[in-house]
């Protein structure tokens, strides 16, 4: 009797994840070894502006004479430690497994063209105009919508405080991503009460990032049935 012995297959080099966290750790780094005058200079010439829809003026600065660039170089300028360090986390938690799931170079695409259509929405729904873009948040968020798409039964980690003592707990990802998305539809809303942060952007970002995963992982599934033959 013979049996067909599957093929070990090697898991392919998650490489666009780490790629992403070393260009957002160095432009951040390089941002801080330049001078106060070079930072402010970096940060007008290529964070994304606001106010798009006020007047023609300030939607020719924000979308015009090759502005539309500025909605991806935004993704790599932060405010502060915290914020860089923010995204990287959510980048590796949520991105290493995108990435096995659909690939690395799905994965740049969706960190590159979520985070473009997010920053885009933040710029057409501040109405102060001017107001500088910046951070990969939107990015992030479009990785958290397609983790959310690509793996609806996980579960994700966490600490939680019992009294003196740290209790590790698994929680359904959808509840804990649930909640977040809550929140960034309420602080769209109160916002300014809560420092400027860009929330629409992360709710635009995250809605991206679940429709271009289903997208992807029906596009895969239409290719391994073609291969298949059935």
Request: hydrophobic share 55%; proline share 5%; glycine share 12%.
């Amino acid at each position: 009797m013979f049996v067909t012995i599957p093929p070990r297959r090697k898991a392919s080099l998650r490489w666009a994840t780490p790629l992403l966290f070393a260009i957002l750790w160095g432009s951040f780094t390089w941002m801080l070894l330049a001078g106060e005058q070079q930072q402010q200079r970096l940060l007008t010439e290529w964070g994304a502006l606001s106010g798009g829809l006020t007047s023609p003026e300030a939607w020719r600065r924000s979308l015009g004479d090759g502005a539309l660039l500025r909605l991806v170089t935004a993704l790599g300028l932060h405010a502060d430690w915290a914020h860089l360090l923010g995204n990287l986390v959510f980048l590796l938690i949520f991105g290493l497994p995108a990435e096995r799931s659909m690939g690395p170079w799905r994965l740049l695409l969706l960190f590159v063209a979520g985070g473009a259509f997010a920053n885009l929405a933040a710029v057409l729904a501040i109405s102060t105009p001017d107001r500088l873009i910046i951070g990969a948040s939107g990015a992030v968020s479009a990785l958290m919508g397609a983790y959310l798409a690509l793996f609806p039964g996980a579960r994700l980690g966490v600490v939680v405080p019992l009294g003196l003592f740290l209790q590790f707990v698994k929680v359904p990802a959808p509840l804990l991503i649930g909640i977040w998305a809550l929140l960034q539809v309420v602080f769209t809303f109160i916002g300014p009460a809560f420092g400027a942060v860009a929330w629409s952007a992360h709710l635009v970002g995250f809605a991206f990032g679940g429709a271009f995963a289903l997208g992807a992982r029906a596009g895969i599934a239409r290719r391994l049935r073609h291969q298949r033959g059935y």
